[in-house]
């Protein structure tokens, strides 16, 4: 059973930065895509990035491109968001999931991609 744990939330101040975890129990992450998608209250969840499993692909949100960045190391099995320049609008709670196919031919940037998930953490952004 995969696992997805995410790591590394809090409140900061506009400007600040942050830098959120995610590490898989169950499962390797080699070979798989992962993403990280984020929820406001009372919005929708919407995709913040994604990495593919090959090779250096990635995928950003307009509202987060230049600022955030995803990383993975798949010899720990961690999915990293790297988050500068934080504004009020990022406020949210951050998940993490990853695909349940080997080798995707696509990187998915809808939640529908994506088949296993962490219970997410938050982060709260003040101005």
């Known amino acids: 059973q995969v696992q997805l744990a995410e790591s590394g939330g809090g409140l900061v101040q506009a400007g600040d930065s942050l830098r959120l975890a995610c590490v898989a129990s169950?499962?390797?992450?080699?070979?798989?895509?992962l993403g990280w998608f984020r929820q406001a209250p009372g919005k929708e969840r919407e995709f913040v990035a994604a990495?593919?499993?090959?090779?250096?692909?990635?995928s950003y949100a307009d509202s987060v491109k230049g600022r955030f960045t995803i990383s993975r190391d798949n010899a720990k099995n961690t999915v990293y968001l790297q988050m500068n320049s934080l504004e009020p609008e990022d406020t949210a709670v951050y998940y993490c999931?990853?695909?349940?196919?080997?080798?995707?031919?696509?990187?998915?940037?809808?939640?529908?991609?994506?088949?296993?998930w962490g219970q997410g953490t938050q982060v709260t952004v003040s101005s």
């Open positions: 999931a990853t695909t349940a196919y080997l080798r995707p031919t696509v990187l998915g940037i809808s939640s529908d991609d994506y088949a296993y």
């Open positions: 169950g499962r390797t992450f080699n070979g798989y895509n």
């Open positions: 990495s593919s499993w090959f090779g250096s692909r990635t």
